[in-house]
């Protein structure tokens, strides 16, 4: 076995004038994060390939002619970097000048997406709303796609190609890419048609990756101009066995959106349609807010707590009495919480001694 | 799971069974297209060329209910080949012996006379299986959903203990659970075999432990299932707790079903919404949905998380925990005067070895995977790594049995059936959230374009499909997704009830219903 | 002949390296365009989501994905052409269907008109003739060429020409009585540096993909030759085809690569029919394929055509566009010489730099350094057009001086005019005017005027040229070509574009230099690739040299 001379000894460079340790394989990028160094990003997302498109996170390397891209670069022993001086700052500025140019606006909703605030927020550290270098503007906003989840609204793209690589490298599906080149690049489906005609399955990674609000959850933005406060609460996806991580939004008491956790332990980020978008049955008008108790007429009708809890119990009890404690049977969900489950199994148990209890995974 | 959902980048060779996880585990499937990325290799059985199959480096089209066929057919490769591991299996199982010797006449030939797959296609997946590194088996209700359920689940372990494809990173036997707390309902004993923490019932030991726990004297004696307290509904069973299931319409048998609720003396539903099954309760109990409710739930690969409530509940809806406590108290139970789910869940871990190392505060970030034995315990994301739960893995001597029903000329067509990527269930979720319709707002039968013309079908038009339990109107869809002779159809749709359809048989270990495989005729309308 | 079906198609590609250029045109050419259902096909068979494959082929100019769109006239609108009446001629052909293309690299011809498979060349409608890629002029000079030394003898073109010029007979020395070893080394020894435009020494370059870790190595030819102005390497394919593939072959040798390919651009179908013809005849003498010359040696070569992307000449997006990916450029580190084709070591050379491979096997890498004048080794083709006297490829000493080039070799400019401005290495090294047309022709010198000499075009633009026009189609160019990949080009040649043709910016002197100015040095720092880092020496040298015409522009 060839033994690489650099294993086993550790490998350092110097960070801003401070040495530091890596790992083979890690980008300056990489390193820089891990020490707490901030550098500025547009088109990066840790969960994808680096791209090296935007090229705010260039750095100066010793001994190089130009600045070099620190998350496509890897660390090499002895690299000497600055992340930043006044040149470098001067070219983030300059680049994010140049992206407002060519953008419709720089403000959007949070509601947009999870990364939408991106751009906005570099903008404003950098004080790059100068109104230099107008012109044209890049990106046509699809009007004609009538789905009900994505908006697209290229006007605000910036060519970051995130949502592109999110949905080939993350959600492997691939059903978006880039189309033309240079100022005109646009992206788009399969021969540019609506996203129900690709193979997209609105998943929404590609909204939530977006770092201009381009892409935009629209069902989340029909809350905009709702008041109050946007706030975030971490929980479970409902529906199936994967157990996805997400950020509730929600505005006063209303459950307006749904955002992954890109730190959540099952899901990295992912979702898929149904733990994205079928958030609102919660709010439905159909859901059941009062006990329903079934009266003399065959008909169920609304009723307190306590009568329906007492004619449920009552209902048990006569079982018992009646038929013996066989004659009692609970079926638990396996939708609910652990503590329903917990309650039901000991209802029984506990209750009438048998073990006539059963959840629904059989159907 | 046996290994936890970040191994399924790692397997450099996947075998996937009876599971369409793109569209029911669209994010765990991420993980197998991220593995064949980056050059690993799938195999997937399945009756349907399903997008999983789109992707597989291998298809094998297998006719509905051959499963076991299938998988001895590649056991007697794998044994022929010498892809045997034999250290695993000496030093970490027994039976292997007798179970070589058992899989010498089921060739290739043999399989494919049954599961319709070429023999050569049989002997690559099982010379491409036996020979990997890292070989990951993955399968959903595929294979459980079957008269021969457990037989299939024996098969795919016997294949993974010859191999030694289990106990180690990137390998298993992994079934996907479908729904999103159905691992928890099991975990806190919601099954007529085991107390919590899957502590036998039959177990004396552990009945008098739950016994005294719970201040009453336990049966140390399995319950009925809930297939059997179906069965028995009007006899022996008169009152039902149903907490959050849609039985008429996610059950077989809807019309069977029907009656055996209607048969009861009491029948109370706790839900959210008023499902058909709810319409037949006494007393309908309004429940706190996800979103407004906090509580603990387990995924598929038994890591253990934290439900948050966001938002207040709608009118007066309450907590499961809290509707079935008061229930409990009005009877006179001891032992339910709760104050959260954090008392609840915290007794949970007090009574379950596999939580006792968990509480409501150590599961805040949803690390573990249980079992976590003790507080300082990690968890355990890899089963089995160095023994199996009682000792050695056992081999299983098994044989392959035809489905409960098989085509013939009344009913010469194979129907399957499924779940779709954007409905979940019964849609009582799906179904009320704006948006899904657009995609999917009606059910549809797929059939093989051939089939449709060759049956007189028109594509968007209607059939009558019928078995030997009921009559359905569906609406056809041409796709070469389905296989000429097998067609399909989802449960989610209450106007295309296919339950009234299925039902055929039970698994006699898990009365699991057969719901995958049924013999049906296929009219014009 | 029946016309083949899909099915047809691509089984007869879909095993073959780089499969999807050739299956492209395959269908392009059947079908006179690219229909949804052949894509649909394509994607299927080779496997390639179709989202992704429609995207990159909207990204070539010449796949077209109207019906009849592949035989519709194209006529070069490029910044020579554009000087000639090349508008005139696409208004003329309208009517047929015709659309502009960029620089077809034929500036020393009347315009060229690609129709399918022919190219024309004209400067009227009427006028247009098909002919023959015009053999560099008599060599003017009094030193010794080296990559043209034979190219005028008669049949160089086809492999009894060749060998009877001493064609083969570099390879045949190196494979029979050297090594791998010894071939780089000679290269080493000759200085011979690319002449695509980046100048790396060719010797080290194949010496790293020798010393790489990979399953297979490759050779790719790099006969892109998209930048305007030049015109050199479809004179050396067309007239010395056997000199490219002998070049290859040595390369595949030193390397220990087995396969090579030629990407060649599309605009060039004849060059493309030759060289396949050469490569028939060189393989069937045993040239190419399995055991050459009974050496135990193995190589084939393809060659793949591209489809009007002046990026994919940057050997990054050449690799992808191969490779049937997107033709973005990649990333650097790491390097084509460890992960190239398909992440294996690869070699990408230009077609000049290995077609004088095979005389520096033959005379020995003393001759070859010898050629240079001075410090300087070897010899430089350059593409000379615009306002000159004898247009044409000159092989050049390198040190020679610019205006010895420009007046006693080809006449200086026509009608007693005088020479305004010159660019360098295309457009890419922007203009040279002034005191500086005394620079020597090789890279220190012209590099200290803030230029570069690159692949070795030189337009000429006389007096009576508009300057900031010229700039302003040279941005064109670039921001038309820029892939889209990094903002500072993506944006940044548009805006620059703008400023030239007076469609934004401020309207201050001050304001507008700076804005240019800050747009420049932003692009140079931070581009991903050549072509960005390149653009803004046009802006910069327009400032540097005409200031006063810059002032007049902003100021109306
Ligand atoms: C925008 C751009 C276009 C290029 N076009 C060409 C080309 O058409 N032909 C070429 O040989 N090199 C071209 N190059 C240079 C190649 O990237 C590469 O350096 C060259 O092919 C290496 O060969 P050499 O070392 O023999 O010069 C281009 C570079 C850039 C940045
Ligand atoms: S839509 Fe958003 S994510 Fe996609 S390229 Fe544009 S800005 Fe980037
Ligand atoms: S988001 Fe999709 S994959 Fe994730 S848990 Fe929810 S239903 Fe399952
Ligand atoms: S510099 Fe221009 S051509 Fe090169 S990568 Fe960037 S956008 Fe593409
Ligand atoms: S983050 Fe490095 S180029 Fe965008």
Same mark, same amino acid.
């Given at each position: 076995?060839?033994?690489?001379?650099?294993?086993?000894?550790?490998?350092? $460079?110097?960070?801003?004038?401070?040495?530091?340790?890596?790992?083979?394989?890690?980008?300056?990028?990489?390193?820089?994060?891990?020490?707490?160094?901030?550098?500025?990003?547009?088109?990066?997302?840790?969960?994808?390939?680096?791209?090296?498109?935007?090229?705010?996170?260039?750095?100066?390397?010793?001994?190089?002619?130009?600045?070099?891209?620190?998350?496509?670069?890897?660390?090499?022993?002895? $690299?000497?970097?600055?992340?930043?001086?006044?040149?470098?700052?001067?070219?983030?500025?300059?680049?994010?000048?140049?992206?407002?140019?060519?953008?419709?606006?720089?403000?959007?909703?949070?509601?947009?997406?999870?990364?939408?605030?991106?751009?906005?927020?570099?903008?404003?550290?950098?004080?790059?709303?100068?109104?230099?270098?107008?012109?044209?503007?890049?990106?046509?906003?699809?009007?004609?796609?009538?789905?009900?989840?994505?908006?697209?609204?290229?006007?605000?793209?910036?060519?970051?190609?995130?949502?592109?690589?999110?949905?080939?490298?993350?959600?492997?599906?691939?059903?978006?890419?880039?189309?033309?080149?240079?100022?005109?690049?646009?992206?788009?489906?399969?021969?540019?048609?609506?996203?129900?005609?690709?193979?997209?399955?609105?998943?929404?990674?590609?909204?939530?990756?977006?770092?201009?609000?381009?892409?935009?959850?629209?069902?989340?933005?029909?809350?905009?101009?709702?008041?109050?406060?946007?706030?975030?609460?971490?929980?479970?996806?409902?529906?199936?066995?994967?157990?996805?991580?997400?950020?509730?939004?929600?505005?006063?008491?209303?459950?307006?959106?749904?955002?992954?956790?890109?730190?959540?332990?099952?899901?990295?980020?992912?979702?898929?349609?149904?733990?994205?978008?079928?958030?609102?049955?919660?709010?439905?008008?159909?859901?059941?807010?009062?006990?329903?108790?079934?009266?003399?007429?065959?008909?169920?009708?609304?009723?307190?707590?306590?009568?329906?809890?007492?004619?449920?119990?009552?209902?048990?009890?006569?079982?018992?009495?009646?038929?013996?404690?066989?004659?009692?049977?609970?079926?638990?969900?396996?939708?609910?919480?652990?503590?329903?489950?917990?309650?039901?199994?000991?209802?029984?148990?506990?209750?009438?001694?048998?073990?006539?209890?059963?959840?629904?995974?059989?159907? | 799971?046996?290994?936890?959902?970040?191994?399924?980048?790692?397997?450099?060779?996947?075998?996937?069974?009876?599971?369409?996880?793109?569209?029911?585990?669209?994010?765990?499937?991420?993980?197998?297209?991220?593995?064949?990325?980056?050059?690993?290799?799938?195999?997937?059985?399945?009756?349907?060329?399903?997008?999983?199959?789109?992707?597989?480096?291998?298809?094998?089209? *297998?006719?509905?209910?051959?499963?076991?066929?299938?998988?001895?057919?590649?056991?007697?490769?794998?044994?022929?080949?010498?892809?045997?591991?034999?250290?695993?299996?000496?030093?970490?199982?027994?039976?292997?012996?007798?179970?070589?010797?058992?899989?010498?006449?089921?060739?290739?030939?043999?399989?494919?006379?049954?599961?319709?797959?070429?023999?050569?296609?049989?002997?690559?997946?099982?010379?491409?299986?036996?020979?990997?590194?890292?070989?990951?088996?993955?399968?959903?209700?595929?294979?459980?959903?079957?008269?021969?359920?457990?037989?299939?689940?024996?098969?795919?372990?016997?294949?993974?203990?010859?191999?030694?494809?289990?106990?180690?990173?990137?390998?298993?036997?992994?079934?996907?659970?479908?729904?999103?707390?159905?691992?928890?309902?099991?975990?806190?004993?919601?099954?007529?075999?085991?107390?919590?923490?899957?502590?036998?019932?039959?177990?004396?030991?552990?009945?008098?432990?739950?016994?005294?726990?719970?201040?009453?004297? *336990?049966?140390?004696?399995?319950?009925?299932?809930?297939?059997?307290?179906?069965?028995?509904?009007?006899?022996?069973?008169?009152?039902?707790?149903?907490?959050?299931?849609?039985?008429?319409?996610?059950?077989?048998?809807?019309?069977?079903?029907?009656?055996?609720?209607?048969?009861?003396?009491?029948?109370?539903?706790?839900?959210?919404?008023?499902?058909?099954?709810?319409?037949?309760?006494?007393?309908?109990?309004?429940?706190?949905?996800?979103?407004?409710?906090?509580?603990?739930?387990?995924?598929?690969?038994?890591?253990?998380?934290?439900?948050?409530?966001?938002?207040?509940?709608?009118?007066?809806?309450?907590?499961?925990?809290?509707?079935?406590?008061?229930?409990?108290?009005?009877?006179?139970?001891?032992?339910?005067?709760?104050?959260?789910?954090?008392? *609840?869940?915290?007794?949970?871990?007090?009574?379950?070895? *596999?939580?006792?190392?968990?509480?409501?505060?150590?599961?805040?970030?949803?690390?573990?995977?249980?079992?976590?034995?003790?507080?300082?315990?990690?968890?355990?994301?890899?089963?089995?790594?160095?023994?199996?739960?009682?000792?050695?893995?056992?081999?299983?001597?098994?044989?392959?049995?035809?489905?409960?029903?098989?085509?013939?000329?009344?009913?010469?067509?194979?129907?399957?059936?499924?779940?779709?990527?954007?409905?979940?269930?019964?849609?009582?979720?799906?179904?009320?959230s704006q948006g899904i319709d657009y995609l999917l707002s009606e059910e549809l039968l797929e059939v093989h374009p051939h089939d449709v013309a060759s049956w007189g079908l028109v594509d968007g038009g209607q059939c009558h499909l019928s078995s030997r339990r009921g009559k359905i109107m569906a609406k056809i869809k041409?796709?070469?997704?389905?296989?000429?002779?097998?067609?399909?159809?989802?449960?989610?749709?209450?106007?295309?009830?296919?339950?009234?359809?299925?039902?055929?048989?039970?698994?006699?270990?898990?009365?699991?219903?057969?719901?995958?495989?049924?013999?049906?005729?296929?009219?014009?309308? | 002949?029946?016309?083949?079906?899909?099915?047809?198609?691509?089984?007869?590609?879909?095993?073959?390296?780089?499969?999807?250029?050739?299956?492209?045109?395959?269908?392009?050419?059947?079908?006179?365009?690219?229909?949804?259902?052949?894509?649909?096909?394509?994607?299927?068979?080779?496997?390639?989501?179709?989202?992704?494959?429609?995207?990159?082929?909207?990204?070539?100019?010449?796949?077209?994905?109207?019906?009849?769109?592949?035989?519709?006239?194209?006529?070069?609108?490029?910044?020579?052409?554009?000087?000639?009446?090349?508008?005139?001629?696409?208004?003329?052909?309208?009517?047929?269907?015709?659309?502009?293309?960029?620089?077809?690299?034929?500036?020393?011809?009347?315009?060229?008109?690609?129709?399918?498979?022919?190219?024309?060349?004209?400067?009227?409608?009427?006028?247009?003739?098909?002919?023959?890629?015009?053999?560099?002029?008599?060599?003017?000079?009094?030193?010794?060429?080296?990559?043209?030394?034979?190219?005028?003898?008669?049949?160089?073109?086809?492999?009894?020409?060749?060998?009877?010029?001493?064609?083969?007979?570099?390879?045949?020395?190196?494979?029979?009585?050297?090594?791998?070893?010894?071939?780089?080394?000679?290269?080493?020894?000759?200085?011979?540096?690319?002449?695509?435009?980046?100048?790396?020494?060719?010797?080290?370059?194949?010496?790293?993909?020798?010393?790489?870790?990979?399953? !297979?190595?490759?050779?790719?030819?790099?006969?892109?030759?998209?930048?305007?102005?030049?015109?050199?390497?479809?004179?050396?394919?067309?007239?010395?085809?056997?000199?490219?593939?002998?070049?290859?072959?040595?390369?595949?040798?030193?390397?220990?690569?087995?396969?090579?390919?030629?990407?060649?651009?599309?605009?060039?179908?004849?060059?493309?029919?030759?060289?396949?013809?050469?490569?028939?005849?060189?393989?069937?003498?045993?040239?190419?394929?399995?055991?050459?010359?009974?050496?135990?040696?193995?190589?084939?070569?393809?060659?793949?055509?591209?489809?009007?992307?002046?990026?994919?000449?940057?050997?990054?997006?050449?690799?992808?566009?191969?490779?049937?990916?997107?033709?973005?450029?990649?990333?650097?580190?790491?390097?084509?010489?460890?992960?190239?084709?398909?992440?294996?070591?690869?070699?990408?050379?230009?077609?000049?730099?290995l077609a004088s491979v095979p005389h520096i096997a033959r005379r020995g890498a003393a001759w070859y350094c010898a050629l240079g004048i001075g410090d300087q080794a070897g010899t430089k083709l350059i593409s000379l057009s615009g306002d000159i006297e004898r247009p044409g490829n000159y092989e050049v000493p390198l040190?020679?001086?610019?205006?010895?080039?420009?007046?006693?070799?080809?006449?200086?400019?026509?009608?007693?005019?005088?020479?305004?401005?010159?660019?360098?290495?295309?457009?890419?090294?922007?203009?040279?005017?002034?005191?500086?047309?005394?620079?020597?022709?090789?890279?220190? !010198?012209?590099?200290?005027?803030?230029?570069?000499?690159?692949?070795?075009?030189?337009?000429?633009?006389?007096? !009576?040229?508009?300057?900031?026009?010229?700039?302003?189609?040279?941005?064109?160019?670039?921001?038309?070509?820029?892939?889209?990949?990094?903002?500072?080009?993506?944006?940044?040649?548009?805006?620059?574009?703008?400023?030239?043709?007076?469609?934004?910016?401020?309207?201050?002197?001050?304001?507008?230099?700076?804005?240019?100015?800050?747009?420049?040095?932003?692009?140079?720092?931070?581009?991903?690739?050549?072509?960005?880092?390149?653009?803004?020496?046009?802006?910069?040298?327009?400032?540097?040299?005409?200031?006063?015409?810059?002032?007049?522009?902003?100021?109306?």
């Amino acid at each position: 076995m060839i033994v690489d001379a650099t294993q086993g000894r550790a490998l350092r $460079m110097t960070l801003d004038g401070e040495e530091v340790r890596f790992s083979d394989g890690e980008t300056i990028y990489e390193v820089a994060t891990r020490q707490h160094t901030p550098i500025p990003t547009l088109c990066y997302d840790p969960r994808l390939e680096p791209f090296g498109g935007c090229r705010m996170c260039v750095v100066e390397v010793e001994g190089a002619r130009t600045p070099v891209a620190s998350c496509t670069t890897p660390a090499t022993a002895g $690299m000497v970097v600055r992340t930043k001086n006044v040149a470098l700052e001067k070219h983030r500025k300059t680049l994010l000048e140049l992206v407002v140019s060519e953008n419709r606006e720089v403000d959007v909703d949070p509601l947009r997406g999870y990364a939408s605030q991106e751009v906005a927020t570099l903008v404003d550290e950098y004080g790059a709303r100068t109104g230099r270098f107008q012109g044209q503007r890049s990106g046509t906003s699809n009007e004609t796609d009538d789905n009900p989840f994505i908006k697209r609204d290229y006007d605000l793209c910036i060519s970051c190609y995130r949502c592109v690589r999110v949905c080939a490298e993350q959600e492997g599906d691939h059903a978006i890419a880039v189309m033309n080149r240079g100022f005109q690049t646009q992206i788009t489906t399969e021969f540019n048609g609506r996203l129900k005609d690709s193979a997209c399955t609105f998943c929404g990674q590609c909204v939530q990756t977006c770092p201009t609000g381009a892409l935009g959850d629209i069902k989340a933005m029909r809350a905009e101009p709702l008041p109050g406060e946007l706030k975030k609460t971490r929980t479970i996806c409902p529906y199936c066995g994967v157990g996805c991580s997400v950020d509730l939004l929600t505005k006063g008491e209303r459950l307006v959106g749904v955002q992954p956790a890109m730190d959540g332990p099952a899901n990295k980020g992912a979702l898929c349609i149904k733990g994205q978008f079928a958030f609102d049955f919660v709010h439905h008008e159909e859901r059941l807010k009062t006990p329903l108790v079934r009266g003399d007429d065959g008909e169920l009708h609304e009723a307190s707590w306590d009568e329906a809890l007492d004619r449920a119990a009552d209902g048990f009890r006569r079982a018992r009495e009646e038929h013996g404690r066989y004659s009692i049977y609970g079926v638990a969900s396996g939708r609910a919480p652990h503590e329903a489950a917990y309650t039901m199994q000991k209802f029984i148990r506990a209750g009438f001694g048998t073990n006539y209890i059963d959840n629904c995974s059989r159907a | 799971m046996s290994n936890p959902l970040i191994d399924m980048e790692k397997p450099d060779v996947i075998f996937c069974i009876g599971t369409n996880m793109t569209e029911c585990h669209p994010v765990a499937a991420t993980g197998l297209k991220k593995a064949i990325a980056h050059g690993s290799r799938m195999i997937v059985a399945d009756p349907r060329k399903i997008p999983l199959a789109r992707l597989a480096q291998l298809y094998l089209p *297998i006719r509905v209910g051959s499963d076991v066929a299938l998988l001895l057919g590649m056991a007697h490769v794998i044994a022929r080949e010498g892809l045997v591991d034999r250290q695993f299996m000496d030093s970490r199982t027994s039976g292997g012996d007798e179970f070589i010797e058992h899989v010498k006449p089921f060739t290739p030939e043999w399989a494919a006379e049954i599961t319709g797959v070429p023999a050569k296609d049989i002997e690559t997946a099982a010379i491409w299986y036996g020979s990997a590194e890292q070989g990951a088996i993955y399968y959903t209700l595929g294979i459980t959903e079957h008269i021969c359920g457990v037989d299939n689940v024996q098969s795919l372990c016997n294949l993974a203990l010859m191999t030694g494809n289990i106990g180690r990173e990137g390998t298993g036997v992994n079934p996907m659970r479908g729904q999103n707390n159905i691992q928890g309902a099991g975990d806190c004993g919601a099954v007529p075999s085991h107390f919590p923490g899957f502590q036998s019932c039959a177990e004396p030991e552990n009945a008098r432990k739950f016994s005294e726990a719970y201040g009453t004297e *336990i049966d140390a004696e399995k319950g009925i299932t809930k297939v059997t307290a179906l069965n028995q509904c009007g006899d022996q069973i008169r009152a039902l707790l149903i907490d959050g299931e849609n039985t008429v319409v996610s059950d077989p048998e809807r019309e069977h079903c029907e009656h055996a609720l209607k048969s009861l003396d009491h029948l109370v539903v706790i839900d959210i919404f008023l499902t058909e099954t709810g319409e037949l309760a006494d007393v309908v109990l309004p429940a706190t949905s996800w979103g407004e409710t906090d509580g603990v739930c387990a995924n598929t690969e038994r890591r253990v998380q934290r439900l948050r409530a966001a938002v207040p509940p709608a009118g007066q809806a309450k907590p499961d925990w809290w509707i079935v406590s008061q229930i409990a108290q009005r009877i006179g139970t001891p032992g339910f005067e709760y104050e959260s789910a954090k008392d *609840i869940f915290n007794e949970l871990c007090g009574l379950s070895p *596999i939580y006792a190392g968990l509480d409501w505060d150590r599961i805040d970030q949803g690390e573990y995977q249980w079992p976590v034995p003790d507080k300082d315990h990690p968890g355990t994301p890899i089963l089995h790594v160095r023994e199996f739960k009682n000792g050695r893995g056992l081999f299983k001597i098994l044989g392959y049995r035809d489905p409960a029903e098989v085509i013939d000329d009344d009913f010469p067509v194979w129907l399957t059936t499924g779940r779709r990527l954007q409905s979940y269930h019964t849609r009582t979720q799906t179904g009320r959230s704006q948006g899904i319709d657009y995609l999917l707002s009606e059910e549809l039968l797929e059939v093989h374009p051939h089939d449709v013309a060759s049956w007189g079908l028109v594509d968007g038009g209607q059939c009558h499909l019928s078995s030997r339990r009921g009559k359905i109107m569906a609406k056809i869809k041409a796709t070469d997704q389905s296989p000429r002779g097998t067609v399909f159809c989802s449960f989610s749709f209450n106007d295309t009830p296919v339950n009234i359809l299925t039902g055929s048989g039970y698994d006699p270990v898990t009365e699991t219903a057969e719901l995958k495989v049924c013999a049906v005729r296929v009219e014009p309308a | 002949m029946a016309l083949l079906s899909n099915s047809d198609i691509i089984e007869h590609w879909k095993s073959a390296a780089a499969p999807l250029l050739p299956v492209l045109h395959a269908f392009h050419d059947r079908d006179g365009h690219l229909s949804e259902d052949a894509l649909r096909a394509v994607s299927d068979g080779l496997g390639i989501p179709i989202a992704e494959l429609f995207g990159s082929v909207t990204f070539y100019h010449h796949f077209a994905r109207e019906a009849g769109g592949r035989d519709a006239p194209r006529v070069c609108t490029g910044n020579i052409c554009a000087l000639r009446g090349a508008h005139e001629l696409l208004d003329a052909l309208r009517s047929e269907g015709a659309t502009p293309m960029p620089c077809a690299g034929r500036c020393d011809q009347p315009i060229p008109v690609l129709r399918g498979d022919k190219v024309f060349v004209g400067l009227t409608a009427d006028s247009l003739a098909h002919g023959p890629t015009p053999l560099p002029p008599r060599y003017p000079g009094d030193g010794e060429e080296c990559v043209f030394s034979a190219i005028r003898e008669p049949g160089r073109a086809t492999l009894p020409g060749y060998r009877n010029s001493g064609g083969y007979e570099g390879l045949e020395k190196l494979i029979k009585s050297g090594s791998p070893g010894e071939t780089i080394e000679l290269v080493n020894e000759s200085k011979l540096a690319g002449r695509g435009g980046a100048g790396f020494p060719t010797g080290r370059k194949w010496q790293a993909v020798a010393d790489a870790e990979g399953e !297979s190595k490759f050779i790719v030819c790099n006969a892109d030759e998209g930048e305007p102005g030049c015109f050199k390497d479809r004179a050396i394919m067309d007239h010395d085809p056997h000199a490219v593939l002998e070049g290859m072959i040595i390369a595949g040798y030193a390397c220990g690569a087995g396969q090579g390919f030629i990407y060649l651009r599309y605009e060039y179908p004849e060059t493309f029919a030759g060289l396949e013809r050469a490569i028939a005849d060189a393989d069937a003498a045993g040239l190419l394929g399995e055991n050459i010359l009974g050496s135990g040696f193995s190589f084939r070569i393809d060659v793949r055509r591209g489809a009007g992307a002046y990026i994919c000449g940057e050997e990054g997006s050449l690799l992808n566009s191969l490779e049937g990916k997107h033709p973005f450029p990649r990333n650097r580190p790491p390097f084509p010489v460890t992960h190239g084709y398909n992440q294996q070591p690869t070699a990408v050379n230009n077609v000049e730099t290995l077609a004088s491979v095979p005389h520096i096997a033959r005379r020995g890498a003393a001759w070859y350094c010898a050629l240079g004048i001075g410090d300087q080794a070897g010899t430089k083709l350059i593409s000379l057009s615009g306002d000159i006297e004898r247009p044409g490829n000159y092989e050049v000493p390198l040190g020679l001086p610019l205006q010895t080039l420009l007046n006693d070799w080809a006449g200086g400019a026509p009608h007693g005019r005088e020479i305004q401005a010159v660019t360098m290495a295309g457009l890419s090294g922007g203009f040279l005017a002034g005191a500086d047309l005394n620079v020597t022709l090789d890279e220190p !010198s012209i590099r200290s005027c803030g230029s570069f000499l690159g692949a070795g075009g030189v337009i000429v633009f006389d007096d !009576s040229r508009d300057m900031v026009k010229a700039a302003r189609d040279a941005m064109e160019f670039f921001a038309h070509e820029s892939c889209g990949k990094c903002f500072p080009c993506r944006i940044g040649t548009q805006r620059l574009t703008e400023r030239l043709a007076g469609e934004a910016g401020p309207a201050s002197l001050a304001d507008w230099k700076t804005e240019v100015e800050d747009i420049g040095s932003t692009m140079r720092a931070t581009s991903a690739c050549g072509l960005g880092v390149a653009a803004p020496m046009i802006t910069d040298s327009l400032m540097k040299y005409f200031p006063d015409k810059v002032e007049k522009h902003v100021q109306t």
